[in-house]
C-alpha cells in the first residue's frame, strides 16, 4: 500500500500541475517582482566575474548563478541574438528555461543511441540544478531539406541559461570544456556574451505584423480527401485502425519573422500549452502544444492520452454543448482509446501501478478541444528515460496503430517530411525529465514559416471534418503571426 506521501505525489502526477484541465483562463497566474535594472547590472557583473576566474578542470562543469528579478524570457531571447536560442515553458507556467549559446551539444542519429544520449546528459549534470534542452525527429532519423539543421536527437546545455522557478528567476552560466584550448575559447566566448547581454530595453511593442506575401498549401482539400480515403480503406482491410496524417503550409512574409514575440502571442492565446523553442543554424524550431509525452520524478511516471478534437464557440452553451459531443461521439472515443491503449500496454511491463480516471476529460484551447485521459504510475527499478522515450515515442496521437503499419502509409501518403513535428522536445535535468509531444509548431527560416498540423483517422472519419480541424490547428498559428 502507497504511503500518504506517495498516494499525495501520485494523485499531483496523476491530475497534471493545475488539476483537471479547464478554460485556458483558469490557470493561475504567478505574482512576479519586477526587475531592478541596478541589481540585476551587479548580478551580470558577478557572473562575468565569476567566469574570469574559472579554471581549465576537464569533463567537469563550471558553473555559477546569480538571482534576478522577474525577466520576460521571451523578450529576452528576442532582444539577445548573440547564439543558438532556445526555450522551455512548462503548462503551467511555474517552470521555465531560456537559453543563449551552448556550453555543451549532445547529439544522435538513431534512438539506438538515446542510452548513451542520456547517460552522457546526466554525466555531466551529475547533481547540478541545471538542464539539458532539446528534442528528437518523429522518426528518429536525420533531417534534409529544410529540416537539414535538425539531427535525429539533439540537446544542449545552454552557456548562459535565464530560469524562472515561480517567482523566482536566476541567470545561471555553464562552461564544459575536454580540453584547456577548448577551455580558454569558451571562456573567452562566454565572456563575449555577457559583456553583450541586455537585461532591460524599451517598453515592450509588438512588432509590426502584416498579411502574408504569398501562402502555400502543400495539400489542398482534394488531396487531403484522397489520402483520408486510402486510410479509411486499408482499416477496412483489417490492416490499420488509425493513421495520422500530417499537412504543411507554408508562408511567406516581407520581413523576418520576429519568432519570440510571435511564440509568446501565441502562448497567450493558448494558455495551459507547453511552448517551446529550439534555433539551430539559420532555423527555429518552435511551437506551443497541449500534448504531454512523460514526465519523470524519481520513480513516477505521469503521461496522458490526448485525441479526439472538437472545435469550439464563442458562445458558452454552444461550447458546452460541443465538449459534451467530443465525449460522446463514438468516432472521436474510439480515437482516444487507441491512444490510452496503446500507452497503458507500453507502460505495463515498466511500472508497478498504473492510475488513471475511469472517464475522460476534456481540455480546452483558444480554438478547438481535446479529451483527455491522465495516466501516471510508480516505474519499476532501473527503467530509464531512454526506455520511457523509445517505448512512447511516437503515440498513436501521432502515428497511429499499429505502429510500424501506420508509419509506413504515412511516408507513403505524406508529400513533405516531418522533421521534428511531431517528435519529442523537452528538458533533462537530475530531478526531473519531461517531454512534450511536438504538435501545433512551426519551422521559421528568415521571413518563411512552414507551420505544421496533423488529424487522426479511424472509421468513421470524414474529410470534410478532418480538414476543417487541420484549418483549426494552423489558424490558431496564423493569428499569433499576423496580430
Given at each position: ?242 493513421a495520422v496524417l500530417a499537412r504543411r503550409v507554408d508562408v511567406l512574409l516581407d520581413h523576418v519573422v520576429p519568432a519570440f514575440p510571435v511564440l509568446q502571442r501565441w502562448q497567450k492565446n493558448n494558455q495551459g500549452c507547453f511552448a517551446f ?207
Amino acid at each position: 500500500m502507497s504511503s500518504p506521501s506517495q498516494s499525495n505525489r501520485q494523485q499531483r502526477l496523476l491530475d497534471g500541475e493545475s488539476g483537471a484541465f479547464a478554460d485556458p483562463a483558469s490557470m493561475p497566474s504567478i505574482d512576479r517582482a519586477q526587475l531592478d535594472p541596478i541589481a540585476a547590472d551587479v548580478a551580470l557583473q558577478r557572473l562575468i566575474d565569476a567566469a574570469k576566474q574559472w579554471h581549465f578542470q576537464a569533463g567537469r562543469l563550471l558553473h555559477a548563478t546569480e538571482s534576478v528579478g522577474h525577466l520576460d524570457a521571451f523578450q529576452w531571447l528576442h532582444h539577445n541574438p548573440l547564439g543558438e536560442r532556445c526555450l522551455w515553458r512548462s503548462r503551467d507556467g511555474q517552470t521555465l528555461w531560456a537559453g543563449i549559446g551552448a556550453a555543451v551539444v549532445l547529439t544522435a542519429s538513431a534512438d539506438g543511441d538515446y542510452d548513451d544520449l542520456f547517460t552522457h546528459m546526466h554525466h555531466v549534470l551529475e547533481h547540478h540544478d541545471k538542464a539539458f534542452l532539446g528534442g528528437i525527429a518523429f522518426n528518429h532519423r536525420p533531417g534534409d531539406s529544410e529540416w537539414q539543421d535538425f539531427p535525429a536527437a539533439r540537446f544542449i546545455l545552454p552557456a548562459v541559461a535565464l530560469r524562472q522557478q515561480g517567482d523566482h528567476h536566476e541567470l545561471q552560466i555553464n562552461l564544459y570544456a575536454s580540453s584547456h584550448e577548448a577551455f580558454v575559447r569558451q571562456r573567452q566566448q562566454l565572456v563575449h556574451t555577457l559583456e553583450s547581454l541586455k537585461l532591460a530595453w524599451p517598453e515592450h511593442i509588438d512588432p509590426a505584423s502584416s498579411d502574408p506575401v504569398q501562402r502555400q498549401d502543400h495539400m489542398v482539400f482534394s488531396a487531403c480527401r484522397r489520402r483520408i480515403h486510402e486510410v479509411l480503406h486499408q482499416i477496412d482491410q483489417g490492416e490499420l485502425e488509425k493513421a495520422v496524417l500530417a499537412r504543411r503550409v507554408d508562408v511567406l512574409l516581407d520581413h523576418v519573422v520576429p519568432a519570440f514575440p510571435v511564440l509568446q502571442r501565441w502562448q497567450k492565446n493558448n494558455q495551459g500549452c507547453f511552448a517551446f523553442a529550439f534555433e539551430m543554424g539559420s532555423s527555429l524550431f518552435m511551437g506551443c502544444t497541449p500534448e504531454r509525452l512523460f514526465r519523470r520524478e524519481g520513480h513516477y511516471i505521469a503521461t496522458e492520452a490526448l485525441a479526439g478534437t472538437m472545435t469550439r464557440d464563442s458562445n458558452p452553451e454552444t461550447d458546452a454543448f460541443l465538449a459534451r459531443e467530443l465525449l460522446n461521439d463514438p468516432k472521436l472515443s474510439l480515437e482516444h482509446q487507441l491512444v490510452a491503449g496503446f500507452i497503458q500496454a507500453q507502460l505495463q511491463p515498466l511500472t508497478e501501478q498504473l492510475y488513471s480516471p475511469s472517464l475522460p476529460g476534456v481540455i480546452k484551447l483558444d480554438r478547438i478541444q481535446h479529451r483527455y485521459l491522465p495516466i501516471s504510475g510508480q516505474l519499476r527499478p532501473g527503467v530509464s528515460d531512454a526506455q520511457l522515450l523509445s517505448c512512447l515515442h511516437p503515440t498513436p496521437a501521432v502515428c497511429g496503430v499499429p505502429k510500424v503499419a501506420a508509419q509506413a502509409l504515412i511516408q507513403q501518403l505524406e508529400a513533405t517530411q516531418r522533421g521534428w513535428y511531431s517528435g519529442a522536445v523537452g528538458l533533462v535535468s537530475p530531478q526531473t525529465v519531461e517531454f512534450a509531444v511536438a504538435i501545433r509548431s512551426a519551422l521559421v527560416r528568415g521571413n518563411q514559416v512552414s507551420c505544421f498540423s496533423g488529424v487522426g483517422i479511424v472509421a468513421g472519419s470524414e474529410p470534410e471534418t478532418e480538414w476543417q480541424e487541420l484549418e483549426a490547428k494552423i489558424s490558431s498559428f496564423l493569428d499569433a503571426l499576423m496580430r
